[in-house]
């Protein structure tokens, strides 16, 4: 509930809301993540305490908020008191997981399973992991939890706006729990996540990402509370905006004393003229700055390149979705340019930008570029370049982690009467990688050492025509014919209303039909068909043949699915 008092500047809600200041490094409390938000344009943070109706579960915020302001101030207080869903491990080491054992971190989870389901999935698995073949598994030790956590916030906003377009803001939370967080050494990671002591290799310092998080519950202090505080700020001069949001998780510091605590820090500048805009945007986030309810900017989610993201090795599988539905923001040090010039009438930069970024757990730097060319000769007529670069690891040379990619669109789009769309595009995509010798040398048995003698390269590419027709004003079709070629790169589409990733080749058409009934109810029917193959497979171990079943033949697919939707508003 949202009571609104204008003639007192006073906005009381109840129930669950949403909370965002700044640059999004003290508070935004969603369960998604986005990337490259810059707050400019069509991610732009709506700033403020306001009812929360999206589908956020995990870090939805519940009880009461008040807001005040007026011309020169403006004025936030908060309440919640919300159950998370968390990472539980046998902290005591009893051989159960209850509810005396610690947290290892929160969880997104989808689906959301029920405490009894994953109890009783777990408790099969260790009834028969002992007679598994060839290595018994161990048995599971680490689990999500529904509900586990239960987390008492209050927390606070104060801002100044001495002038027009300037303001100076302070914000402020402190989360309190009913359990311990605890987290491994970056040592035993491999002990408490790897489910083989042979794969603990697999670890590497990138995972110091996952060893950084924040203990409530270490050999120096035991406490139940959460800080996190900070400062934004914003002018504006003439045609040229500046503001940004410095941060602080307090662990070991002193609370009114800057810099002695893991940070993080955004700052940015837009230029906004006629024809041109440009945006200057620079990050630094601590690898140690773990706020669950940051969601600055950034390239990536955090525990992207960790061991959890590959669920083979863990444990517990389900753990990954730490990784896989993260909503944090990655530890990263970079500066993001963008712009956008209109050139003459015809001609277009529609928007171009650059990152040069590095990863802070393991100090990997990369870049990555994309700029989309626009040439409009009419206003029904409209021809698209698109050209999308990046290199992951430009400076390391002489590891597997080096990735390149190359990234060519062009796009020919004609609007017809009555608002019709017919587009036609074409993709190129290319990828170069390191050598895996596992991979690229030859399969015969006893051939070893092969030294590789150069970089693989992947490419592919797809093509394909959209449409648009409106029958009426109430009543369209709209749909897509596609065909791609995969060799080793993934293709993907936004359809209408999804986005769907295509592999090795096929192809695909769907269309939908969209009917709004009245202002507030609309029907729509869509029916897809997609062709695609899978890869011919030849299973061995490196170049030693495998007994058994070693080949997996090439199989096709064709698969049809009916999506009925019925969308209604109040």
């Known amino acids: 509930a949202c009571i609104d008092l204008k003639p007192a500047d006073l906005k009381v809600v109840l129930g669950n809301y949403r909370a965002t200041w700044g640059e999004g490094l003290v508070m935004e409390n969603t369960d998604t993540f986005e990337p490259r938000r810059s707050g400019y344009g069509f991610s732009k943070r709506v700033r403020g305490i306001f009812p929360d109706l999206s589908p956020t579960e995990e870090f939805a915020l519940n009880g009461a908020a008040v807001e005040y302001g007026n011309n020169f101030m403006n004025a936030s207080l908060f309440i919640s008191d919300d159950k998370k869903d968390v990472v539980i491990w046998d902290s005591n080491h009893d051989g159960k997981l209850d509810d005396d054992d610690d947290i290892f971190y929160y969880i997104v989870s989808s689906p959301r399973f029920t405490n009894e389901q994953l109890e009783s999935a777990e408790a099969i698995f260790n009834e028969y992991r002992p007679n598994l073949s060839p290595h018994p598994l161990p048995k599971i030790d680490m689990a999500s939890r ?91 001069l003439d ?20 810099g002695d605590d893991p ?25 140690e700055f773990d706020n669950p309810y940051a969601r600055p900017f950034a390239e990536h989610e955090r525990f992207d390149g960790t061991i959890l993201e590959k669920q083979y090795y863990l444990k517990n599988p389900l753990v990954a979705e730490m990784s896989y539905n993260s909503p944090w923001s990655q530890a990263e040090r970079g500066l993001y340019i963008e712009t956008r010039y209109k050139f003459q009438r015809e001609l277009t ?143 993907w589409d936004w359809e209408d209303m999804e986005i769907d990733f295509m592999g090795s080749q096929g192809m695909k058409f769907w269309f939908t039909m969209y009917n709004r009934i009245s202002n507030s109810l609309a029907i729509s029917f869509k029916y897809k068909v997609k062709h695609y193959q899978d890869d011919e497979l030849y299973l061995r171990q490196y170049n030693v043949p495998v007994s058994g079943t070693n080949y997996v033949a090439q199989t096709k697919h064709k698969d049809s699915s009916i999506r009925l939707q019925l969308d209604w508003t109040f």
């Open 146 to 236: 529904r509900d586990a956590l239960r987390e008492t916030m209050v927390g606070g906003h104060v801002q100044f706006d001495p002038l027009i377009g300037t303001h100076f803001g302070v914000t402020a939370y402190e989360s309190k729990y009913d359990r311990y967080f605890s987290i491994a050494d970056y040592a035993d990671l491999g002990e408490y996540l790897i489910y083989d002591s042979y794969y603990y290799k697999k670890l590497d310092i990138n995972d110091s990402e996952i060893s950084s998080l924040y203990s409530t519950k270490t050999d120096a202090y035991r406490r139940n509370y959460r800080r996190v505080y900070g400062f934004d700020w914003q002018t504006t």
């Open 349 to 491: 930069l529609t928007k171009a930008y650059l990152d040069i970024w590095e990863r802070k757990s393991d100090g990997r730097k990369s870049v990555r570029f994309q700029g989309e060319l626009e040439y409009r000769p009419i206003y029904q007529i409209a021809m698209r370049l698109k050209q999308k670069l990046q290199t992951n690891g430009s400076e390391d040379f002489f590891t597997r982690a080096v990735s390149k990619t190359s990234e060519t669109t062009c796009l020919f789009r004609t609007y017809l009467t009555n608002r019709d769309r017919l587009e036609l595009e074409y993709r190129y995509t290319k990828v170069w990688m390191a050598p895996y010798t596992n991979l690229t040398n030859t399969a015969e048995p006893g051939q070893t050492y092969i030294l590789p003698t150069a970089d693989v390269l992947n490419h592919g590419d797809m093509i394909c025509v959209n449409y648009l027709h409106n029958f009426t004003n109430y009543f369209s079709v709209e749909g897509s014919f596609l065909f791609w070629n995969g060799h080793g790169v993934s293709h």
């Open 239 to 258: 045609n040229v905006t500046i503001q940004g949001e410095y941060a602080e998780l307090e662990v070991d510091g002193k609370p009114f004393s800057l």
């Open 263 to 287: 940070g993080a820090l955004v700052m940015s500048a837009f230029f906004n003229y006629a024809n041109l805009n440009f945006m200057m945007l620079y990050r630094d986030y601590d690898l």
